[in-house]
């Protein structure tokens, strides 16, 4: 299968190269070279084709082809075609030559766009007599230069016809059988030469699963290769201490929160090194179980690290895990940027010294002069907010320490299983008893007046509400609501009776954290931002977000931002102003006052918006299949990914001749060495 494609019949040096030039150097390639679309020449019944379609005829010609002529070049044909009970019209433009050709009572098959409402086939090809039956159903091929479609199809034909018994399947038959998969060969012939779309569905629907079988497959290998190698530290915790904590919680750990912990804690036991993903909805408790592993990794002697984006965070953290953490005669410590001077210094001593069982702060943790004297265990909060490299360097401290990734961003599965599919991942999808679920509204801007009688309403309870802007100040270009002009709106509103602040970006660090914590100490009751607020911060007793433009945010962000409320035990509401344009832009609203579950929503935002569009598109780095399709075929991605774990974890895999062809192609991939497999 790799012999070079000059061994076909009919290739030359200059058919060579014009393959080559398409990426085809093999036979392999060549059959490995899929079609992007396919035509479909059947013949179609009018009475059923929709308008602008694109659809095959035949009929008997039964009017004179007329021509005429448009200046100097263009031109158009006419004739009258008698197909079954339909007599149309069937218009060729710019072949005048066809006028010669095509003559009253001949038999003619046309393909062409359908005009429904004037009964007129714009035609694009034609054939003389009758369909012929073959071809019907058509592959279409990316091409390059000057090489044809007809051409490809005929030496990928005789390729195909030449290698067939040469063709490896690389998925085991246990898994073919299973779902009842074609085989490598037989997908091939479907794929390049259906006679249906049923038997290229069958084709594709093989393909998909190769495709993810085989990256899922490496993903598994990878990550049991860098287990093996990477001689983590095994955790002795203390379990009696575990349960003696969790016992004086003030609420029961929920099903999820005990099933995660478990997860993390074999983790932490076991002497590989842990990498793993923690993901869990705003408010489904994973501080806790962060607490938790955190005391863990203490009661066998190490300290731990709590990295969080912002200083505001890591002060919340460490107010609450001192909370937690001091009756037990823990010492935690705060490490951000304001601790300067002979404090730092003694800090950095103190944890050197071991003195300091955690440590919480922003990226200065990972500067390098701090220095932990025993690093056992790292957890980084809302981790897509740190680089891949800082998340690397902290990592990197002590003897290769566990790090657990927490986000609050709940990923698609399917992402998670891509994007972080050498990682671990534990998800809390329960939230704790008793929490009331936001109330979501979708308003248009002309209901206004009422939301502000409402927002009295929630402010008079003593209340507090957020109110979001998608802009900091106006702007020519767009007409929409921006944090400053609403900000005086909203004093002057409520002049006298509640006050109101302002948050954005432009806005210092210092003066951001500043107005965050005044708005948590209830120091003023309305906080005007722009999409800071979003990230983790806790202020209970904000019960009401209006957002402004809500149709400009995507469905992931707006849940993030709604997430700043009901944090506390009362009703809380968030109303979505907006007036969307187009239907998805409606559907988003609605999807939004129906569920408040982040990963329903993560999902649905990944199939409105596309994969590309969920990180952003430069740092997704997501993997590209050929004929999968991450979003639709996600089932199939999940089970893929299923078959290819059992497989790496079982011995025959590594064994058996009959996997020699998939260890091979991770040996190509670099994953495996070659002398792995003797
Ligand atoms: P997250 O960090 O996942 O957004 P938190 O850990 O901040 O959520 O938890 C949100 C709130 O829920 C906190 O006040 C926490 O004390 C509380 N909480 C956590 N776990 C439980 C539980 N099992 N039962 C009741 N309340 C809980
Ligand atoms: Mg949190």
């Known amino acids: ?57 035949e009929g008997r010609i039964h009017s004179e082809p007329s021509l005429q002529f448009f200046g100097k070049k263009k031109s158009r044909l006419t ?48 054939k003389l007599g009758p369909q012929q039956g073959e071809e019907e159903f058509s592959p279409v091929y990316p091409l390059k230069g000057s090489m044809t479609n007809r051409t490809l199809k005929k030496l990928i034909q005789q390729a195909l016809k030449h290698y067939a018994d040469k063709i490896a399947d690389p998925i085991p038959e246990g898994l073919l059988a299973k779902y009842k998969l074609l085989d490598r060969r037989q997908a091939l012939e479907g794929i390049h030469f259906p006679s249906n779309p049923d038997a290229m569905k069958q084709s594709r629907r093989r393909f998909v699963y190769e495709e993810f079988f085989l990256f899922q497959l490496k993903m598994q290998a990878l990550r049991k290769v860098e287990r093996e190698q990477s001689k983590g530290i095994s955790i002795n915790y203390v379990k009696d201490d575990l349960t003696a904590f969790i016992s004086r919680l003030p ?5 999820a929160q005990k099933r995660v912990l478990k997860e993390i804690l074999i983790d932490m036991k076991s002497p590989h090194r842990m990498n793993r993903l923690l993901q869990g909805d705003v408010g489904s408790g994973k501080t806790v179980v962060a607490a938790i592993s955190l005391l863990a990794a203490i009661t066998a002697g190490y300290q731990g690290a709590l990295m969080v984006p912002t200083e505001i965070l890591a002060e919340q953290h460490a107010e609450s895990l001192n909370e937690l953490f001091q009756p037990i005669g823990m010492n935690v410590a705060l490490l951000t940027s304001s601790v300067k001077g002979k404090r730092r210094t003694l800090l950095l001593e103190k944890l050197a010294a071991g003195d300091i069982d955690i440590l919480i702060g922003t990226h200065a943790l990972i500067q390098e002069e701090v220095n932990f004297k025993n690093l056992g265990l790292v957890i980084t909060d809302e981790q897509h907010r740190f680089g891949v490299n800082q998340r690397r360097v902290l990592r990197e401290k002590g003897e290769s320490p566990d790090v657990l990734f927490m986000t609050a961003t709940p990923i698609p599965r399917t992402l998670a299983i891509t994007v972080f599919g050498e990682m671990d991942v534990s998800i809390i999808d ?17 209901m206004l007046d009422r ?33 400053i002009d609403v900000h005086v709106q909203l004093e002057q509103y409520f002049f006298g009776r509640f006050t109101v602040g302002l948050m954005h970006g432009r806005l210092h660090a210092d003066e951001k954290e500043k107005v965050m914590k005044a708005f948590s100490e209830n120091q003023f009751h309305v906080l ?34 709604r997430g700043r409320v009901g944090r506390g035990s009362d009703q809380s509401y968030c109303i979505l102003l907006a007036d969307p344009k187009n239907e998805v832009g409606k559907e988003r609203m609605k999807i939004m006052t129906e569920t408040n579950d982040g990963f329903v929503l993560s999902e649905k935002d990944l199939e409105l918006r596309g994969p590309g569009d969920f990180f952003g598109r430069k740092q997704s780095g997501l993997p590209e299949f050929k004929v999968a399709d991450m979003v639709h075929d996600y089932r199939a ?42």
């Open 1 to 57: 299968m790799n012999e070079s494609v000059l061994t076909l019949n009919g290739v030359g040096e200059e058919t060579a190269q014009q393959l080559q030039d398409m990426g085809i150097h093999t036979i392999n390639d060549l059959i490995n070279y899929l079609p992007y679309r396919y035509d479909d020449f059947r013949m179609k019944d009018l009475s059923e084709a929709a308008h602008e379609e694109r659809v095959t005829v």
């Open 79 to 126: 004739l009258r075609l008698l197909s079954g009970p339909h007599s149309i019209k069937v218009t060729f433009f710019n072949q005048p030559y066809l006028k010669k050709k095509l003559n009253v009572q001949d038999m003619i098959t046309v393909t062409g766009k359908w005009d429904r409402h004037r009964q007129i086939i714009t035609a694009q090809t034609y």
């Open 451 to 483: 939301i502000l009688v409402f927002m009295e309403k929630e402010l008079a309870n003593g209340r507090q509400v957020y109110v979001i802007c998608p802009l900091i100040e106006e702007s020519e270009k767009l007409d929409v609501q921006n944090a």
């Open 251 to 255: 609420f029961p750990l929920t099903d």
């Open 528 to 561: 005007v931002s722009t999409t800071v607020v979003e990230v983790g911060v806790n202020v209970p007793n904000a019960s009401l977000m209006v957002i402004y433009d809500a149709e400009r945010f995507g469905l992931s962000q707006l849940h993030q931002l």
């Open 430 to 446: 329960e939230m704790p008893a008793g929490r009331k679920p936001i109330q979501t509204y979708w308003a248009k801007e002309n």
């Open 637 to 678: 991605l999940e089970i893929a990914r299923d078959d290819a774990h059992q497989l790496i974890e079982s011995q025959e895999f590594w064994e058996e001749q009959h996997y020699a062809v998939l260890r091979e192609i991770l040996v190509e991939d670099g994953i495996l060495s070659g002398s792995k497999l003797d």
